[in-house]
């Protein structure tokens, strides 16, 4: 919980609270395998960073609006602004938005990133479990339920607070696996 509250405050806006985690605690230094940390560059030459979960091998899953030029994934981190021994960065070879994403109104926000290369699954780097049907986070985030991936953070209030808005995951299931096996 610890890495997923650490790449929360890299995306908040300073000034936005993400100074001080209320109520959070740290979690066992990678129980959450499948977090990935992405940074890329938008059309104004900035660095942004997003949340993701490895869902194969060599695809991540997030939201849509986290599309840029030089993408970069890194998995396996606890604590992402050191380096340690577990982390794997790898490049991204493809985002694929949803053909339906809209940016204006942000339907559809959900992407595949294939990566460059599959990731080595270790103790620190395993993939989420798609839903077999039907937490807080930050943008391209996974919302977990049964150890599933259920939902994908797009967007709620800068101070965190509820409403959150989520892509469910099962609604974009079959896009999902016929995008991965074509790619």
Known sequence: MAAVLILLTFLLPLGA????????????????????????????????????????????LTAAHC??????????????????????ILAVADAIPHPDYNPNDISNDIMLLKLERKAKRTKAVSPLNLPSSKVHG????????????????????????????????????????KTMKRS
Request: net charge positive.
């Open 17 to 60: 609270g993400a100074e001080e985690i209320i109520g959070g605690h740290e979690v066992k230094p990678h129980s959450r395998p499948y977090m990935a940390f992405i940074e890329f560059v938008k059309d104004d030459g900035k660095r942004y960073r997003c949340g993701g979960f490895l869902v194969k091998d060599n695809f991540v």
């Open 138 to 177: 930050d943008s391209g985030g996974p919302l977990v339920c049964k150890k599933a991936a259920a939902g994908i953070v797009s967007y709620g209030r800068a101070d965190g607070s509820a409403p959150r808005v989520f892509t469910k995951v099962s609604s974009f299931l079959s896009w999902i696996k």
């Open 67 to 88: 599309m840029g030029s030089s993408m970069r994934v890194t998995l396996g981190a606890h604590d992402i602004s050191i380096q340690e021994e577990t982390q794997q």
